[in-house]
């Protein structure tokens, strides 16, 4: 899947403590809005690109995006783009070991990018891309975005990827944030439910800013 993080910075502007490998991790969002999600004994959470196993398997993301997609039409991230402060990368690890990965981007206040969704090919078939992709629209409502885009390829490969978008409730779309419509690009976009976000988001007595996505079903 071509479409990996939203960086925790990206998000709020409260006191921020630095994470391991050097990101900027906000202490609300530690808490709250990037806390950890257990699914079945499989754990997601925000991770550093540039850690070895990530390093790695993005680099598979990258050589199968290349091969299915001509290059200047390929929009794949490597470590560097990850680390844009407008976005964070989650991993999802069953007992350490890596299984997937994807990313959300802030584009604006309302509108967010999924990006680098990919799972590990010895892990496909067991839901890890339905877990990630949940993950990422459970963080997208928590943080106030009401509309969450992505792009991916055109090609048989990238069916797989294509079905679990339509059956989360993403639409085909127009081209957005810059990209231009080509042969070899879809574009998918999917209006988050505020009346949902709320509930699965907040918790009594949390502030609007602190609200909580971790309740919800991520399976």
């Known amino acids: 899947m071509r479409t990996a993080g939203v960086a925790p910075a990206a998000f709020m502007q409260q006191e921020r403590l630095p994470a391991p490998g050097g990101r900027w991790v906000n202490s609300a969002e530690t808490q709250a809005g990037y806390r950890a999600a257990m699914i079945a004994g499989q754990r997601i959470a925000v991770e550093d690109p540039r850690d070895p196993d990530v390093r790695g398997l993005l680099e598979r993301h990258l050589a199968f995006a290349l091969a299915q997609t ?14 844009d402060p407008a976005i964070t990368l989650f ?13 959300i981007k802030r584009l604006s206040p309302r509108h967010a990018e999924i990006k680098s969704m990919h799972t590990a090919e010895a892990a496909r078939g067991r839901g890890i891309g339905r877990a990630m992709l949940t993950h990422l629209l459970e963080v997208a409502r928590a943080h106030g975005f009401r509309t969450v885009s992505l792009e991916t390829g055109t090609t048989a490969a990238f069916a797989p990827a294509r079905a679990l978008y339509h059956s989360a409730g993403f639409l085909s779309s127009d081209p957005f944030g810059g990209y231009q419509a080509t042969k070899d690009n879809l574009f998918m976009t999917i209006e988050l439910d505020p009346a949902q976000a709320a509930t699965c988001d907040r918790h009594p007595g949390d502030r609007p800013q602190h609200n909580r996505h971790h309740g919800c079903s991520t399976t």
């Not at 991993?91 to 990313?103: E, F, K, M, N």
């Open 70 to 83: 001509p290059p200047e039409h390929s929009f794949a991230l490597d470590v560097d783009g990850l680390l």
């Open 91 to 103: 991993s999802l690890r069953q007992h350490g070991r890596l299984l997937g990965i994807g990313a």
